[in-house]
C-alpha cells in the first residue's frame, strides 16, 4: 500500500526507492507508536517530507535541517491569539518527541 501512495508502482529493483519506502515506513511506525491522530500522523509525515527535501533539494547540512525543524516546530502549543502554525495541534511534549525521533 505504501508503493502505491508514494506512486511507486513500476518499483524496480532500485535503492534509492527501497531506502526511500523504509524511510518513510519507519516513520509511519513511530508516529503510529506514539498513538498520533490521524491528522497528527498526516503532519508527521509532512515533516518527513520536509526534512528530506531540505536534504535532497536544497542540499542542507544536519545542522541546518535541525534548525528548520526547530522553526517549523517552534508555534506548538501557541494559542490561536498567538498566532499559532500549521503544526498546533501537537503537543510540546510530541513536539519534543519529534525533535528528537529526527535527531
Known amino acids: 500500500m505504501l508503493e502505491e501512495f508514494l506512486n511507486f508502482t513500476r518499483l524496480k529493483a532500485s535503492w534509492r ?3 526511500l519506502i523504509d524511510y518513510y515506513s519507519a516513520g509511519f ?6 498513538n498520533f491522530s490521524l491528522t ?3 503532519g508527521f509525515m509532512e515533516l518527513l ?3 528530506l527535501g531540505n536534504i535532497s533539494d536544497k542540499h542542507m547540512t544536519l545542522g541546518d535541517n ?3 525543524l526547530e522553526r517549523a516546530m517552534a508555534e506548538i502549543g501557541e494559542t490561536d491569539s498567538e498566532q499559532g502554525g500549521d503544526l498546533n495541534f ?6 519534543k518527541a519529534i525533535i528528537d ?3
Open 90 to 95: 501537537f503537543s510540546i511534549e510530541q513536539g
Open 49 to 51: 517530507n520536509f526534512v
Open 66 to 68: 535541525l534548525k528548520e
Open 40 to 42: 497528527q500522523l498526516s
Open 101 to 103: 525521533y529526527f535527531i
Open 17 to 19: 526507492k527501497a531506502v
Open 29 to 34: 511506525l513511530w508516529a503510529k507508536e506514539m
